[in-house]
């Protein structure tokens, strides 16, 4: 009756056949889980918030399908994760490769889902899997490979539209034609240099339609350090023309693709990259810290706390009515916090306030009506 959420696809076709929407173009971000191995090192957990791009309604082929993976170039490129490369297939031109190599069509998916592990095991690993626990015979096996283990662009493309066993298949020159097609809008996009057909690409989730794609990290090292990033994969998605049907009426069907981007994946990777690079990561957004070197200074601070607050910028202090001076300088370098302001016994008495550049750790005084003025002005010249 209930049950805790896998991703936010299905729930998204629910919405569309329950509203009985016929076109849709969102993103949606929120938590979904799995029960999984966790592994923190990897970027996988049992919780976790993933980031999801789809566009549903009937279109021209390929155009939505390009406009997606032009969005999983974009985010990945803005978020500095280093090199990646998006591995396409369509499951058309897998279910061509399973008929013509004479894989029954009841073990369809259950082969999809072996596949999907070849980024976490070997070919010969997932071979044996395929006889031993599939049932399928080494001939069939050694058939499929020779396709599976195929990876390329346009060039692949082309020679497999001329491939005549593939030919005699109608599924699969459907999935290479509308690839072709694909190809030569992601070259207007200018992203076809990381993006790659790659045969082996599964998804083994058994909604996917047509085509299929997943965003990897190249291997990558640090200069000073003889270590790899651990986490792989970042996004997948793909097409999903008959899951909305599902949920309503089959005359209700609306053509859906869409992308997940793994938002936790994401900070491992770059908290890794931190790490490695001995680079901190600021974990607030807070501006000034109002700090004191004296006791019993509670009520002033709370009051210029206040002042900060009520002109947009963000401040803090520590919760403590008396804390030590190093002790709220040391906060304010561990944190990154650009500024602290210090308001002592004399600085009261003289009508200023000390501000302090946390890095430079210079200090000036400043009357206390142009405090704020002062602050904006520093805190602009900081983010330019």
């Known amino acids: 009756m209930l049950s805790l959420r896998y991703d936010l696809t299905v729930p998204f076709a629910r919405f569309l056949a329950m509203n009985k929407i016929k076109r849709c173009k969102r993103y949606h971000i929120a938590k979904v889980y799995r029960r999984d191995s966790p592994s923190v090192k990897r970027g996988r957990f049992r919780e976790f918030i993933q980031c999801d791009f789809d566009i549903a309604g009937q279109y021209d082929p390929m155009i939505p399908d390009a406009e997606c993976l032009k969005v999983i170039h ?35 998916e259950r082969i999809c889902s072996t596949l999907d592990k070849l980024d976490k095991i070997s070919w010969e690993e997932v071979k044996n899997e395929m006889i031993l626990e599939d049932g399928i015979s080494p001939e069939c096996v050694n058939r499929i490979s020779e396709y599976v283990q195929l990876h390329g662009g346009q060039c692949l493309i082309e020679k497999l539209l001329k491939d005549p066993k593939l030919a005699q298949n109608r599924l699969a020159m459907e999935g290479l034609e509308d690839m072709k097609l694909l190809f030569e809008y992601l070259t207007l996009f200018g992203i076809v240099d990381q993006v790659s057909l790659h045969l082996s690409l599964a998804r083994g989730l058994a909604y996917y339609t047509g085509v299929i794609y997943e965003a990897v990290l190249l291997c990558q090292k640090h200069s000073h350090l003889n270590e790899s990033l651990s986490v ?62 004296q006791k019993n200074f509670l009520t002033i601070r709370m009051k210029l706390i206040s002042e900060l607050w009520n002109s947009g910028i963000k401040a803090e202090m520590l919760y403590k009515k008396n804390p030590r001076l190093l002790e709220q300088l040391q906060y304010c370098e561990e944190t990154g916090i650009p500024l602290a302001i210090i308001i002592g016994e004399q600085e009261l008495n003289d009508g200023v306030v000390k501000l302090r550049d946390v890095v430079t750790r210079k200090e000036v005084n400043v009357p206390q009506e142009h405090f704020i003025e002062e602050i904006k002005r520093r805190l602009e010249k900081h983010n330019t």
């Open 232 to 293: 792989s994969s970042v996004a997948g998605g793909g097409r999903y023309d008959e899951l909305v049907a599902k949920f309503g009426s089959k005359r209700h069907k609306v053509p859906c693709v869409g992308l997940s981007i793994g938002v936790e994946r994401i900070f491992s990777i770059i908290e890794q990259n931190n790490e490695m690079a001995k680079e901190k990561i600021r974990t607030t957004e807070t501006q000034v810290l109002v700090a004191t070197p």
């Open 74 to 108: 974009e985010i990945l490129t803005a978020m500095q994760v280093g090199d990646f490369l998006i591995k396409i297939n369509d499951r058309r031109i897998l279910q061509g490769i399973f008929t013509i190599c004479g894989i029954p069509e009841i073990k369809f």
